[in-house]
């Protein structure tokens, strides 16, 4: 290199500190470059011809980003990979000196002639950049320029590295304030469409992109919604990207970042964004937690600007923000949305609806409630809601209700309540408690005007009322002639045989078995229009299978060997079930008649299986019943379960019969919750399958309780909602020796009335879901649990209503203990062996009694009612036999006649009627008669079983007799 002539080493030290000083003072790194080389151009030094080259992190390029003594450089020439001498350092961290560099292949031409020294610039093992050093003489650098270089090239290094650190520092509190700006912007706005365009404007900002996306993942159709455009050279609001589809959909799916140089070259790309002209791409998963809530992109226009580490990191701290602050506005604007629905759902419903603090005072109330009962909101808020609209007799109702719901939760009712002119409307009440975070704030009450269905209800039920008693009409009138049929040609049978006309039998045998036909027939199409107007009832009672099937085969096995048939019973271990067992054997005995009917010479097969269900309910029993007959066409089973309808004419001409039996199995199946099904072959069978639950699913109830007590004095079961009540009668019983048990509500009171058996029942009237008077009536419909006696302990005053459904006494809350243990202790019967028959019919009578005497027992008569009480005022009979239907008194009117009078009220009393009871004559008799028993339906033994059954079930045991 040229040298100061004189030698000076003074000078060159000045220089190099004065290099020193600027590189030291120098701001950034750009600056720290041109000192450099400005630096040690200083003619003490002695080079001419320097440049900086920063390496380029993202594309490996050399940039020169200072230089001197080269005027045709270009500012921020890039020299790539594998070309020039200035890159031998960036691999192995070393000074490297050229002293000819017209022998290096490698040369980029910039002096064309001389030599080049390559220092590199690092921090540590990593090279960041070089300085170049040329001249153009060859050989003309010596050691000592290479130690001035070097240090120069360390001084350098260290005060780029510490610029950059410095640089990096700036960049992450601006990124950080940035972000904290970012945030309180978007904090601020909860309006989700509004905050959608804040977050992609901001997001472009900070990560100084061209333009941007913003997708909403929905999570209905496993779809992303992209949301929000920005400047990506089209506009793809309301387009819709499947998981795994695009850069967004990408991220969706690995809930990773993801960097694309260049968009135009990845194979991930979607199809949407063919005509998007961009290049780099960066986008990031907006998630909270693990959960998706969408996706952001972002792209650049620039082919020079690539996405690098820092632009990842910045938008992985933006990205959960963006997404916490998307929520918040969705779940609000959710909420008011849902806010605004339940406002516009109340103010614009027809029903009336109110809202009440825990006082029970009026809060807000709809449009609807101001019209149904005459108020202005003004009126009524801050008022009792009770005190306003219920009258002196509803108000106890009204306020049970009330309390119902605050303590128990919700209640429907039906009554009246009271408008502000006075009169009285119909309603139909729905209570309901209102809970926030599980504490109760108040409650909502729906009222519904019903005054037009109650007055359709009460025409409805006039015609009911008409049908059942045309119903009961003909039923006595076709039974009553029956009776005496059926009666006097077993009565003539058995006197024939006694005096040796054995020729007459056959034909008094055909008598009666054309009275039975006949009888069955009657008795069918009764059944079927009971069930068509809702008068059929279920009498559920837990029974043994394999002895009801034993029943049912011993009955239908005449029939089956009429046409030479041979019967077949396969149940192994099918325990008990509970239901109506006179429906389910009425049932059975249908489809093994019909199966009789259709087969000749065959097989006739009932199984019966128990299966689990696949939820927690009741198993289920499947019984088959299965022909070798001649089958049916899909045609024929598609009619077959209609009434009057059978396979076809010429089967009906053929066969006999009214197409009413299956019918009747299949609507007595659908009551019971099951079904009947069918499969059929032509020719060669059919199988009809009765598919029943082994158990209603009301019988699942809340568990009930036991207290302790010797249970010397008896069992008492004690059924009330409120547990204070229960404990009062508990401990009162339980000191006076009874043994306690305990149930909640009706359902579970009966489920332990059948188990247990009890002595005596005390019963609430008022209680949720199945109140008291269903409880009672439940109670003397099973006849297992019928003559228990029922103490019913109510707030109710209604004297007459539990009498009418056969309780035992009736007492008022708070309960006189005396009193309950006279009556607990007094409940005893007594009985003896003489009869009175009241029966307007005299064959019907007559025959009675000579069947009653035949048996030892002595027979008194009455043609009605009325002569009843006579014949029972002038001698108090064992048993009384009552027909309903009479002239003069009938025998309802009989019945309640009969219990006024103290001394008669124990007589027992068998109803021996033509008519099918109501549900109202069925409630009066309850309380007093023993049981009911049909004519024409019974032999004559049966019906002297029954009487000696219920006079030993009153503590006598009858004397000889059949």
Request: proline fraction near 4%; charge should be negative.
């Amino acid at each position: 290199m040229t040298r100061d002539p004189n030698g000076h080493d003074a000078r060159r030290q000045v220089a190099l500190l004065r290099l020193s000083a600027e590189i030291a003072a120098a701001p950034d790194e750009e600056e720290i470059c041109r000192a450099v080389v400005n630096g040690l151009r200083d003619p003490a030094l002695g080079y001419d011809f320097l440049g900086i080259f920063l390496l380029d992190d993202a594309t490996g390029d050399r940039v020169l980003h200072a230089s001197v003594g080269w005027p045709d450089a270009p500012k921020g020439w890039r020299v790539h990979p594998g070309q020039g001498l200035s890159e031998r350092p960036l691999h192995n961290g070393k000074l490297h000196y050229t002293p000819d560099v017209t022998r290096e292949a490698g040369y980029l031409p910039s002096l064309n002639s001389g030599s080049e020294v390559d220092v590199p610039l690092q921090t540590g093992s990593q090279v960041f950049g070089v300085l170049v050093v040329e001249s153009t003489k060859p050989d003309a650098f010596d050691a000592n320029d290479l130690e001035i270089l070097t240090a120069s090239a360390t001084q350098a290094s260290i005060a780029i590295g510490r610029a950059r650190s410095l640089a990096a520092e700036r960049r992450r509190a601006d990124e950080q304030q940035a972000l904290l700006d970012t945030l309180a912007d978007l904090s601020g706005e909860l309006e989700l469409s509004k905050l959608l365009q804040a977050v992609l404007r901001r997001a472009t900002t900070l990560l100084g992109v061209s333009g941007g996306e913003l997708a909403i993942y929905d999570e209905v159709h496993k779809e992303l919604e992209i949301v929000a455009s920005l400047d990506i050279g089209v506009d793809s609001t309301g387009a819709r990207l499947a998981l795994g589809e695009g850069a967004m959909g990408h991220v969706a799916v690995t809930h990773e970042p993801i960097c694309i140089p260049e968009y135009q070259e990845w194979l991930g790309r979607s199809g949407k964004y063919s005509d998007v002209e961009v290049h780099s791409v960066m986008a990031a998963p907006l998630l909270i937690g693990n959960r998706l809530v969408g996706a952001f992109a972002c792209v650049h226009d620039d082919p020079a600007r690539k996405f690098g580490p820092d632009d990842l990191r910045l938008l992985n701290l933006f990205a959960p923000q963006a997404a916490v602050a998307i929520e918040n506005a969705r779940l609000y604007t959710a909420a008011q949305r849902q806010k605004q629905y339940f406002e516009d759902l109340v103010l614009n419903n027809p029903v009336a609806i109110v809202t009440l603090d825990n006082e029970h005072n009026i809060v807000s109330c709809n449009p609807a409630f101001e019209q149904l009962y005459g108020y202005t909101q003004v009126e009524v808020i801050g008022r009792n809601l009770d005190e306003l609209i219920s009258t002196a007799t509803s108000h106890s109702e009204a306020v049970a209700i009330t309390q119902h719901v605050l303590r128990d939760g919700a209640v429907r009712s039906i009554g009246q309540r009271r408008r502000k002119d006075g009169t009285l409307v119909d309603v139909e009440v729905l209570g309901v408690p209102v809970l926030v975070e599980g504490k109760l704030v108040g409650l909502m009450g729906l009222y519904h005007d019903i005054s037009e269905l109650s007055q359709a209800r009460l025409a409805a039920e006039e015609a009911n009322n008409a049908k059942s008693q045309f119903l009961a009409n003909m039923s006595h009138e076709l039974r009553t002639p029956l009776n005496a049929i059926i009666g006097y040609s077993e009565m003539l049978a058995e006197e024939v045989a006694d005096i040796g006309h054995d020729e007459l039998a056959p034909d008094l045998g055909k008598i009666r078995s054309a009275g039975r036909h006949l009888l069955a027939l009657i008795n069918d199409i009764l059944d079927l229009s009971k069930i068509e107007a809702g008068k059929t009832d279920l009498y559920v009672e837990e029974f043994d299978v394999a002895v009801m099937l034993d029943d049912v085969s011993t009955t239908i096995r005449p029939l089956v060997e009429k046409n030479s048939n041979t019967l077949v019973v396969r149940s192994v271990g099918q325990g008990t079930m509970r239901a109506d067992l006179t429906k389910v054997r009425q049932m059975l005995l249908n489809l093994l008649s019909n199966a009789c009917k259709f087969t000749e010479h065959g097989t006739i097969t009932l199984e019966v299986e128990r299966v689990a269900t696949p939820s927690s309910g009741p198993d289920e029993l499947y019984f088959r019943v299965i022909d070798s007959g001649i089958g049916m066409t899909s045609e024929q089973m598609g009619r077959l379960f209609e009434a009057f309808s059978q396979a076809e004419t010429s089967t009906s001409k053929k066969y006999g019969g009214t197409g009413l039996g299956l019918a009747i199995t299949r609507r007595f199946a659908q009551m019971m919750g099951g079904d009947v099904t069918v499969t059929s072959v032509p020719g060669h069978g059919s199988t009809f399958i009765v598919r029943l639950p082994a158990e209603p699913p009301e019988i699942e109830a809340r568990p009930p309780s036991e207290a302790p007590g010797s249970g010397r004095a008896g069992t008492v079961l004690v059924i009330d909602d409120n547990a204070q009540a229960r404990e009062l009668v508990r401990r009162f019983l339980a000191d006076e020796g009874f043994r306690v048990i305990e149930a909640a509500d009706g359902v579970a009171g009966l489920a332990l009335a059948q188990r247990d058996r009890p002595d005596a029942i005390t019963l609430d009237v008022l209680m949720p879901g199945m109140d008291g008077w269903a409880v009672l009536a439940a109670l003397k419909a099973d006849p297992a649990l019928a003559d228990v006696p029922v103490i019913m302990l109510t707030m109710l005053d209604d004297r007459s209503l539990g009498f009418a459904l056969g309780a035992t006494e009736y007492l008022t809350k708070p309960v006189d203990r005396d009193r309950l243990r006279a009556l607990l202790a007094r409940y005893s019967r007594n009985g003896g062996r003489d009869v009175l028959v009241v029966e307007d019919d005299p064959s019907t009578r007559a025959l009675l009694r000579r069947q009653l005497e035949a048996d030892g027992w002595t027979v008194a008569e009455a043609e009605n009612g009325r002569a009843g009480l006579d014949a029972v005022s002038r001698h108090k009979p064992s048993i009384i036999l009552l027909d309903l239907m009479m002239p003069v008194m009938d025998g309802c009117q009989f019945a309640t006649e009969l219990r006024r009078h103290e001394a008669w009220r124990d007589i027992p009393v068998v109803v021996i009627t033509a008519k099918d009871l109501t549900p109202e004559e069925r409630r009066a008799l309850n309380g007093d008669v023993q049981g009911v028993l049909q004519k024409g339906a019974l032999t004559a033994d049966e019906l002297l079983r029954s009487i000696r059954d219920l006079v030993k079930a009153n503590g006598v045991e009858p004397e000889g007799g059949k």
